[in-house]
């Protein structure tokens, strides 16, 4: 399995309102995107507005040895009770740094990954019934965040890279967010666009008119959307699937109901939630079909497997929305990256 630095990261997949503490390590210096210099941590007061000038703001930042980059933004890690994380928090920071093991390196044998460290809404946030947690300030703050890093990293650190965005849960909605606001009225981005890999949460028709963008097809389209979210056959759906939602199949990436067997699964990986440690990799482990009615990827897990979805009902594997796609995940990569570079050849002789 691809390192994502030299430091072991723990790992972890957290999501929504559930969350588990990880321990890890940090590396005092963070290579510069480039040159492989280092930016250097300043004196900043962590807990205002980040400055993404200031290495500290950032979980990683590689050293180029990919033609392509990556824009991971991860998933809800935080608990803390004023709504919103805390990131002078050091046990808050390794949390966040924890999912880029347990989700980043997907993409980490093909891109550079860059992955900023945001004021992300926590799982104590007051959400008033009958609106969204997007409503929040606390959300909005974060995905104001996520916006000012991507505006850095476009501007200081791509360096006019191909490149791929990717999150899950509360990262893919400050994705989303990003992209409509940043994509729709930016051919360049759009043409310098992998794929967006926006996985666990609804992308609606609305989303993607406003970010210029469609819907994946296929396995090697170029410049499109990836999403889905997982559950059980006999699941009634979580809360971030809901009307509207689109959906491709990991397995066989068709967006039709064509069923998947397992067979085609080429590998699920889980970790130990609280402590990081990698379990197991599992060929074949779960097949994949599309309910067109609701727009939920849906699988049966192998009898006997007993596994903790937190808090919500019954069969929504949220939280398994990378790890039971995690080989197919990596293959697709490969295949999107090497389909956008060989478009750009042909079309640059």
Same mark, same amino acid.
């Given at each position: *399995?691809?390192? /994502? ?16 503490? /990880?321990? =890890?390590? !940090?590396? $005092? ?6 040159? =492989?210099?280092?930016?250097p941590t ?6 205002? $507005?980040?400055?993404?000038?200031d +290495?500290?703001y950032?979980?990683?930042?590689p ?8 824009f ?18 050091? +046990?808050?920071?390794? @949390? ?7 989700? %980043? +390196?997907?993409?980490? +044998?093909?891109?550079?990954?860059? %992955? ?5 809404m926590?799982?104590?946030? &007051? ?5 969204l ?23 200081? /650190? ?8 990717? =999150?899950?849960?509360q ?24 794929? %967006?890999?926006?996985? =666990? ?8 008119e406003?970010?210029g ?10 410049? !499109?959307?990836?999403? #889905? ?12 699937? *809901? ?48 309910? @067109? ?27 398994y929305? #990378? ?21 750009? &050849?042909?079309?640059?002789?």
């Amino acid at each position: *399995m691809p390192k /994502l630095t030299s430091t072991l990261f723990c790992l972890l997949f957290i999501i929504g309102a559930s969350f588990i503490f /990880l321990s =890890g390590c !940090v590396n $005092e210096e963070t290579p510069a995107a480039g040159n =492989g210099d280092t930016i250097p941590t300043g004196v900043a007061d962590h807990s205002q $507005e980040p400055d993404y000038q200031d +290495s500290y703001y950032w979980l990683i930042l590689p050293s180029i040895e990919e033609k392509v980059d990556v824009f991971y933004v991860y998933p809800t890690v935080s608990s803390s009770p004023g709504g919103f994380m805390d990131i002078t928090n050091e +046990s808050e920071r390794l @949390l966040a740094e924890g999912m880029l093991e347990a989700q %980043a +390196s997907v993409f980490a +044998s093909r891109a550079n990954v860059f %992955a900023p460290y945001y004021r992300q809404m926590s799982t104590g946030v &007051a959400v008033t019934q009958g609106s969204l947690a997007t409503d929040t300030e606390e959300f909005k703050r974060g995905a104001v965040d996520v916006q000012d890093a991507f505006d850095y990293y476009i501007t200081n /650190l791509n360096e006019g890279r191909p490149f791929i965005i990717a =999150g899950h849960s509360q990262g893919t909605m400050a994705l989303i967010e990003l992209m409509k606001n940043r994509f729709g009225d930016d051919e360049d981005l759009r043409n310098r666009l992998v794929a %967006a890999y926006l996985i =666990g949460y609804t992308v609606t028709d609305a989303d993607l008119e406003a970010a210029g963008l469609t819907m994946a097809e296929g396995a090697e389209d170029t410049g !499109v959307v990836v999403t #889905y979210n997982t559950q059980s056959k006999t699941s009634t759906g979580g809360p971030m699937l *809901m009307a509207g939602a689109h959906c491709i199949n990991p397995l066989n990436w068709k967006t039709d109901d064509t069923y998947a067997p397992a067979s085609e699964n080429l590998g699920a990986r889980f970790y130990n939630d609280s402590t990081g440690e990698f379990l197991r990799e599992v060929d074949n482990y779960c097949d994949a079909q599309i309910d @067109l009615e609701t727009g939920a990827l849906t699988t049966t897990i192998p009898a006997g497997e007993d596994l903790d979805i937190g808090p919500y009902s019954e069969g929504v594997y949220h939280r398994y929305d #990378y790890a039971f796609w995690y080989r197919n995940l990596e293959k697709n990569v490969g295949e999107r990256i090497d389909a956008y570079l060989n478009q750009t &050849a042909s079309s640059n002789p």
